[in-house]
Protein backbone atom coordinates (compact mmCIF):
# COMPACT_ATOMS: atom_id res chain seq x y z
CA UNK A 1 0.00 0.00 0.00
CA UNK A 2 1.32 3.27 -1.20
CA UNK A 3 1.73 6.23 1.63
CA UNK A 4 -1.37 7.97 -0.36
CA UNK A 5 -3.57 4.98 0.01
CA UNK A 6 -6.15 5.46 3.00
CA UNK A 7 -7.23 2.81 5.11
CA UNK A 8 -11.46 1.88 4.95
CA UNK A 9 -13.36 3.87 8.00
CA UNK A 10 -13.96 0.30 9.11
CA UNK A 11 -10.13 -0.66 9.19
CA UNK A 12 -9.23 2.37 11.30
CA UNK A 13 -12.77 2.08 13.85
CA UNK A 14 -11.50 -1.49 14.44
CA UNK A 15 -8.02 -0.36 15.11
CA UNK A 16 -8.86 2.11 17.62
CA UNK A 17 -11.30 -0.60 19.48
CA UNK A 18 -8.26 -3.03 19.57
CA UNK A 19 -5.73 -0.43 20.73
CA UNK A 20 -8.53 1.23 23.40
CA UNK A 21 -7.82 0.11 27.22
CA UNK A 22 -11.35 -1.13 27.60
CA UNK A 23 -10.58 -3.72 24.74
CA UNK A 24 -10.13 -6.67 26.52
CA UNK A 25 -13.34 -6.32 28.69
CA UNK A 26 -15.36 -5.43 25.75
CA UNK A 27 -14.15 -8.86 23.86
CA UNK A 28 -15.13 -10.55 26.67
CA UNK A 29 -18.40 -9.20 26.75
CA UNK A 30 -18.78 -10.04 23.00
CA UNK A 31 -17.33 -13.54 23.73
CA UNK A 32 -19.86 -13.93 26.49
CA UNK A 33 -23.11 -13.40 24.06
CA UNK A 34 -21.74 -16.98 22.22
CA UNK A 35 -21.97 -15.22 18.72
CA UNK A 36 -25.42 -13.62 18.79
CA UNK A 37 -26.12 -11.98 16.03
CA UNK A 38 -28.24 -8.67 17.78
CA UNK A 39 -26.98 -8.33 20.82
CA UNK A 40 -29.03 -6.58 24.05
CA UNK A 41 -27.09 -3.05 24.86
CA UNK A 42 -28.59 -2.67 28.36
CA UNK A 43 -27.37 0.22 30.71
CA UNK A 44 -28.10 1.48 34.32
CA UNK A 45 -26.86 -0.29 37.87
CA UNK A 46 -27.56 -2.55 39.89
CA UNK A 47 -27.25 -3.47 43.50
CA UNK A 48 -26.94 -5.84 46.41
CA UNK A 49 -28.33 -4.92 49.86
CA UNK A 50 -27.80 -6.25 53.21
CA UNK A 51 -32.36 -6.08 54.01
CA UNK A 52 -31.26 -5.72 57.83
CA UNK A 53 -28.53 -3.11 57.49
CA UNK A 54 -29.49 -1.21 54.50
CA UNK A 55 -25.53 -1.79 53.89
CA UNK A 56 -24.72 -2.16 50.13
CA UNK A 57 -22.50 -5.34 49.51
CA UNK A 58 -21.84 -4.93 45.89
CA UNK A 59 -22.56 -2.59 43.26
CA UNK A 60 -22.40 -2.73 39.80
CA UNK A 61 -22.78 -0.17 37.06
CA UNK A 62 -22.57 -0.21 33.77
CA UNK A 63 -20.96 3.50 33.88
CA UNK A 64 -18.08 1.14 34.56
CA UNK A 65 -17.75 -0.57 30.96
CA UNK A 66 -15.92 0.49 28.14
CA UNK A 67 -18.71 1.46 25.84
CA UNK A 68 -21.08 2.53 28.81
CA UNK A 69 -23.50 -0.48 28.44
CA UNK A 70 -23.79 -4.41 28.89
CA UNK A 71 -24.18 -6.88 26.30
CA UNK A 72 -26.02 -10.02 26.90
CA UNK A 73 -27.61 -12.29 24.10
CA UNK A 74 -30.86 -12.11 22.50
CA UNK A 75 -31.80 -15.35 23.17
CA UNK A 76 -33.97 -15.41 20.18
CA UNK A 77 -35.54 -18.74 19.02
CA UNK A 78 -35.42 -18.11 15.54
CA UNK A 79 -32.72 -19.40 13.08
CA UNK A 80 -33.62 -16.40 10.57
CA UNK A 81 -33.11 -13.86 13.08
CA UNK A 82 -30.17 -14.96 15.27
CA UNK A 83 -28.56 -18.34 14.46
CA UNK A 84 -26.53 -18.61 17.28
CA UNK A 85 -29.18 -18.15 19.76
CA UNK A 86 -31.38 -20.45 18.00
CA UNK A 87 -29.02 -23.34 18.03
CA UNK A 88 -28.55 -22.63 21.83
CA UNK A 89 -31.97 -22.95 22.44
CA UNK A 90 -32.69 -26.01 20.37
CA UNK A 91 -29.40 -27.81 22.17
CA UNK A 92 -31.27 -26.82 25.46
CA UNK A 93 -34.36 -28.32 24.35
CA UNK A 94 -33.17 -31.25 23.64
CA UNK A 95 -31.01 -32.02 26.64
CA UNK A 96 -34.41 -31.03 28.38
CA UNK A 97 -36.77 -33.94 26.76
CA UNK A 98 -33.81 -36.56 26.64
CA UNK A 99 -32.87 -36.20 30.54
CA UNK A 100 -36.99 -36.24 31.13
CA UNK A 101 -37.54 -39.22 28.90
CA UNK A 102 -34.36 -41.34 30.12
CA UNK A 103 -32.78 -39.36 33.11
CA UNK A 104 -29.15 -37.83 33.44
CA UNK A 105 -27.92 -34.32 34.33
CA UNK A 106 -29.63 -34.36 37.66
CA UNK A 107 -32.54 -36.43 36.88
CA UNK A 108 -32.91 -40.46 37.93
CA UNK A 109 -32.85 -43.12 35.02
CA UNK A 110 -35.81 -44.78 36.92
CA UNK A 111 -38.12 -41.76 34.98
CA UNK A 112 -37.81 -43.90 32.16
CA UNK A 113 -40.50 -46.38 33.41
CA UNK A 114 -42.83 -43.02 33.87
CA UNK A 115 -45.64 -42.96 31.94
CA UNK A 116 -44.74 -40.13 28.86
CA UNK A 117 -47.57 -37.41 27.28
CA UNK A 118 -45.99 -35.41 24.56
CA UNK A 119 -48.31 -32.03 24.87
CA UNK A 120 -47.51 -29.19 22.49
CA UNK A 121 -49.15 -25.79 24.29
CA UNK A 122 -49.68 -22.98 21.82
CA UNK A 123 -50.27 -19.26 22.73
CA UNK A 124 -53.28 -17.47 22.20
CA UNK A 125 -52.85 -15.71 18.75
CA UNK A 126 -53.30 -11.88 18.99
CA UNK A 127 -53.65 -11.36 15.71
CA UNK A 128 -52.30 -12.34 11.79
CA UNK A 129 -48.21 -12.21 11.34
CA UNK A 130 -46.47 -12.65 8.44
CA UNK A 131 -44.88 -15.78 7.94
CA UNK A 132 -43.06 -18.50 5.89
CA UNK A 133 -45.05 -21.42 4.24
CA UNK A 134 -43.36 -24.00 1.67
CA UNK A 135 -43.98 -23.03 -1.74
CA UNK A 136 -47.16 -20.98 -0.48
CA UNK A 137 -47.71 -17.22 0.14
CA UNK A 138 -48.12 -16.08 3.51
CA UNK A 139 -51.72 -15.19 3.98
CA UNK A 140 -53.87 -15.76 0.94
CA UNK A 141 -56.86 -14.11 0.95
CA UNK A 142 -59.04 -12.66 -1.66
CA UNK A 143 -57.66 -9.22 -2.76
CA UNK A 144 -59.35 -6.47 -2.04
CA UNK A 145 -60.54 -7.58 1.48
CA UNK A 146 -58.99 -5.02 3.50
CA UNK A 147 -59.43 -4.58 8.09
CA UNK A 148 -60.80 -1.70 9.48
CA UNK A 149 -57.43 0.02 9.24
CA UNK A 150 -58.38 0.01 5.55
CA UNK A 151 -55.18 -2.24 5.07
CA UNK A 152 -55.15 -5.37 2.99
CA UNK A 153 -55.82 -8.66 5.43
CA UNK A 154 -53.97 -11.11 3.60
CA UNK A 155 -50.37 -11.45 1.84
CA UNK A 156 -49.54 -12.64 -0.98
CA UNK A 157 -45.87 -13.04 -0.77
CA UNK A 158 -43.12 -15.75 -0.82
CA UNK A 159 -41.34 -14.36 1.84
CA UNK A 160 -36.91 -15.02 1.75
CA UNK A 161 -35.79 -16.89 5.09
CA UNK A 162 -34.15 -13.35 6.28
CA UNK A 163 -37.23 -11.00 5.30
CA UNK A 164 -37.68 -8.69 7.81
CA UNK A 165 -41.20 -9.14 7.90
CA UNK A 166 -41.43 -12.50 9.27
CA UNK A 167 -43.24 -12.49 12.40
CA UNK A 168 -44.34 -9.06 12.37
CA UNK A 169 -48.41 -8.32 12.41
CA UNK A 170 -50.11 -7.92 9.36
CA UNK A 171 -51.78 -4.82 10.64
CA UNK A 172 -49.78 -3.26 13.43
CA UNK A 173 -53.06 -1.29 14.66
CA UNK A 174 -55.59 -4.45 14.39
CA UNK A 175 -52.61 -6.56 16.37
CA UNK A 176 -53.12 -7.00 20.70
CA UNK A 177 -50.09 -5.97 21.80
CA UNK A 178 -51.54 -5.38 25.06
CA UNK A 179 -52.86 -8.54 25.29
CA UNK A 180 -49.41 -9.98 24.17
CA UNK A 181 -47.43 -7.88 26.80
CA UNK A 182 -49.79 -9.14 29.35
CA UNK A 183 -49.45 -12.84 28.44
CA UNK A 184 -46.08 -12.97 28.22
CA UNK A 185 -45.90 -10.89 31.70
CA UNK A 186 -48.14 -13.73 32.93
CA UNK A 187 -46.99 -16.70 31.30
CA UNK A 188 -44.78 -18.27 34.06
CA UNK A 189 -47.74 -17.87 36.84
CA UNK A 190 -49.91 -19.58 34.13
CA UNK A 191 -47.53 -22.36 33.37
CA UNK A 192 -47.13 -23.10 37.09
CA UNK A 193 -50.32 -23.38 37.61
CA UNK A 194 -51.43 -25.55 34.46
CA UNK A 195 -47.99 -27.62 35.42
CA UNK A 196 -50.06 -28.26 39.11
CA UNK A 197 -53.53 -28.97 37.86
CA UNK A 198 -52.53 -31.27 35.31
CA UNK A 199 -50.25 -33.47 38.34
CA UNK A 200 -53.51 -32.87 40.49
CA UNK A 201 -55.44 -34.70 37.43
CA UNK A 202 -52.80 -37.30 36.69
CA UNK A 203 -53.00 -38.29 40.29
CA UNK A 204 -56.68 -38.61 40.55
Not at 18 to 38: D, E, F, L, Q, S
Not at 91 to 120: C, M, N, Q, Y
Not at 185 to 198: E, I, K
Request: with cysteine; hydrophobic share 35%; glycine share 10%.
Amino acid sequence: MSKHERHPDWMTDLARVINAPGYPRWRAMVAATGGCAHPIHLSGESALVDTGTGEILHLYTTDDEPSGRLLIACGNRRASVCPACSQLYQADTFHLIRTGLSGGKGVPETVSAHPRAFVTLTAPSFGPVHSRRDGRACRPRKHGRVCDHGRAIGCHTHHEPHDERLGQPICADCYDYPGAVLWQAHACVLWHRFTLAMRQELVS
